[in-house]
């Protein structure tokens, strides 16, 4: 999983109720994502991270927010007016630039709401 | 907007036989083609990748092939083991603007004895 850590690795939510889903990497990239994957679907984008303090939206990022205020760190918070929260929730980094392309992906949290 | 196509949605083959996945891109600025591996409740792992200068490239058993005119590509598992039974996604990406990768949907494959 490449230096790339995800917490809690399940998790449990009641409808109505706010939650964050760690990330943290030691390897050093600028980049970071959050991907979402349901079954059949692929990995869609959540939200992305080129360089701390600055953020961007995704594919589809209603419902979701997210803070950059360190390199080495990219929480994701699934609010209540996430409409389907269940889910895979998957985090990546990058190193930016040309011919550093690979992202690489961490362990994954299930989220379920209950 | 799907802008990566990837089929078939599943595949089974039988071992020592070939695998082979394929997909089409529509956006012209695409220029880096990687393909990921993905167990059952892990996170992917880069496999192998490709940029559009080269038609083909070969790291071991895995084979990726590049048709640019055609706008596809496809991976090639050569000799399939068991162990290769995992869910294959391709991906895109353009290094004009940001470094978004575009995936497609999977492919489950299944090698059977």
């Known amino acids: 999983d490449g230096g790339i850590t995800q917490s809690p690795k399940y998790l449990f939510r009641k409808e109505g109720q706010n939650v964050t889903l760690s990330c943290e990497q030691n390897?050093?990239?600028?980049?970071m994502y959050w991907y979402r994957q349901d079954p059949g679907q692929g990995l869609r984008l959540i939200y992305y991270?080129?360089?701390?303090?600055?953020?961007q939206k995704g594919d589809i990022a209603e419902g979701y927010s997210v803070s950059r205020e360190k390199k080495e760190s990219f929480p994701l918070t699934v609010t209540s007016a996430q409409k389907n929260p269940t889910a895979f929730y998957l985090c990546?980094?990058?190193?930016?630039?040309?011919?550093?392309?690979?992202?690489?992906f961490g362990p994954g949290t299930r989220l379920t709401v209950l | 907007q799907q802008q990566v196509k990837q089929s078939p949605q599943s595949l089974i083959v039988q071992k020592g036989g070939i695998s082979i996945i394929n997909c089409a891109y529509e956006?012209?600025?695409?220029?880096?083609f990687p393909w990921y591996q993905q167990f059952p409740g892990k996170g992917p792992a880069l496999l192998i990748a490709i940029r559009p200068d080269v038609s083909e490239k070969k790291e071991g058993r895995f084979t990726i092939s590049f048709n640019k005119s055609a706008k596809q590509f496809s991976l090639h598992i050569m000799d399939s083991q068991p162990g290769d039974s995992a869910t294959y996604f391709c991906a895109a990406k353009s290094n004009f603007g940001n470094e978004k990768l575009t995936f497609g949907t999977g492919t489950r494959l299944t090698i059977i004895p």
């Open positions: 991270s080129q360089i701390v303090n600055d953020f």
């Open positions: 390897l050093n990239h600028d980049a």
């Open positions: 956006n012209t600025a695409f220029d880096y």
């Open positions: 990546a980094s990058s190193q930016s630039g040309l011919n550093t392309d690979t992202q690489y």
